[in-house]
């Protein structure tokens, strides 16, 4: 594995650089190597019609939670690139929390593969409500931070 | 085609329902039989760490371009469901506005799949920047509005 | 779980009506609730160019271990079909044998997700070769075999 | 766009080397730059277990017409490798002819995104029965012949 110590921080400060996670109300839950954790809670800003949390708003989640899980095993000065990504949902997205847990299938100098499953809490209980398989390239000329 | 006249109606008052679309700062800029077009402006609110906007602010437009291209289709009283999508993202998500386009591939009774192309405008020019294909499912008990 | 005690003979005669698992020299290997097992040895006759198995045929027994795994936990008199799937390549299909090991994801009355991991055997060690998740449907008129 | 002039003879060379495509009696149809046409004749041979051709067969020819579609634009000396792919079935793969027509979405210096409609002609009439998406990824040291 190619991560250096300060891979928490980079995340961290790529994060808060995201604007939509901010706007959505997503907060960095998580950090290891090869797996990183991103949660929301449920609220009108982030609905979609029928009064569940936004496909949209869950794919954000889990696609951060999967390219930052990416990175957190990419080298110091490299960043990351979502080149595709596939989610299934498979239960409404309702609770209390919605949790994305990404973690990295298989790094690759250039590609890596990383799957994030997306719980929902309610009542103490989690049940699996998405999954994604993401495509995420290592992009060497573009930082995460100014690192 | 099993659309009724109030389709229009029908996926506007939908759409109007979706907080998520209204929090990202998205409009509906065009219905009709099979084809929807949602849009929005690249601004911090949506962006990334790297100041593009953010794969899932496009996927939520292409995801809900392809949902409505899909309702458009629908009999009255029905409701849809995204079951699952794949997006494939070519080109960074910059420019003064971006369009996702969706129209309907296959029309089923069950599952009907929708595919988005999603544009980025800059000064009068379009460029492809993602590629959505949708599997949406129509939802007998739960319509769109009080129809 | 409404998998019957039959429905190991089901898949076993499913499987052997199955003409391109024989083409591609495919074996089934494992039968347990939600859970499939398929094989086939590297050879001529399904490679691409640069002599590595074809993707499609390791999307094939990908596929149909998804595909069984979610008939083991369907009723009596149900079929299955895939209605979409999306499967990762992440090294090169190679080795003695190639073994994919799907499992259900999520069990719905409609639609079920199941994932396959796709793995490459060489020298008794196993590696990664291809994830793939499908949506399958249920197919209540058509049973795999006359039951 | 990149191809030169051979880039017919060097699809046709590769193809004839994919021992699959011969194994399950596909044929290529046609080559024009970033368009490549695959077609083959259901049959048992292919045929999963309800007598329709199976999507892993469909899903190689699929496959396949989307990597030489984006090898058609690639230099002399450059091969393709499918890194993933997800594909639609949307009617049943019947008729006397399935045809894949692979197509070049956008063309990239690592990575290429095609797409392929599977049609099934039947009577002289064709009907759409799969879309498929993939991501494809230059090759630099592996050329598709000695050239």
Same mark, same amino acid.
């Given at each position: 594995?190619?991560?250096?110590?300060?891979?928490?921080?980079?995340?961290?400060?790529?994060?808060?650089?995201? @604007? &939509?996670?901010? $706007?959505?109300?997503?907060?960095?839950?998580?950090?290891?190597?090869?797996?990183?954790?991103? !949660?929301?809670?449920?609220?009108?800003?982030?609905?979609?019609?029928?009064?569940? $949390?936004?496909? @949209?708003?869950?794919?954000?989640?889990?696609?951060?939670?999967?390219?930052?899980? !990416?990175?957190? &095993?990419?080298?110091?000065?490299?960043?990351?690139?979502?080149?595709?990504?596939?989610?299934?949902?498979?239960?409404?997205?309702?609770?209390?929390?919605?949790? !994305?847990?990404?973690?990295?299938?298989?790094?690759?100098?250039?590609?890596?593969?990383?799957?994030?499953?997306?719980?929902?809490?309610? @009542? @103490?209980?989690?049940?699996?409500?998405?999954?994604?398989?993401?495509?995420?390239?290592?992009?060497?000329?573009?930082?995460?931070?100014?690192?």
């Amino acid at each position: 594995m190619a991560q250096d110590d300060g891979y928490r921080a980079r995340i961290r400060s790529s994060f808060e650089r995201q @604007g &939509l996670m901010r $706007t959505i109300g997503a907060s960095l839950e998580h950090i290891s190597p090869g797996v990183v954790e991103i !949660a929301m809670r449920p609220n009108r800003a982030i609905s979609q019609q029928h009064g569940f $949390t936004h496909a @949209g708003a869950v794919s954000a989640i889990a696609d951060s939670a999967a390219g930052y899980a !990416a990175l957190s &095993l990419m080298p110091h000065g490299t960043g990351v690139l979502t080149t595709e990504f596939k989610i299934n949902f498979v239960a409404p997205a309702t609770g209390d929390r919605i949790v !994305a847990r990404g973690r990295v299938v298989k790094a690759g100098r250039t590609l890596t593969v990383a799957q994030t499953e997306v719980f929902a809490e309610s @009542g @103490g209980e989690e049940k699996l409500i998405a999954l994604l398989v993401a495509t995420i390239m290592t992009v060497a000329g573009r930082a995460e931070v100014n690192d």
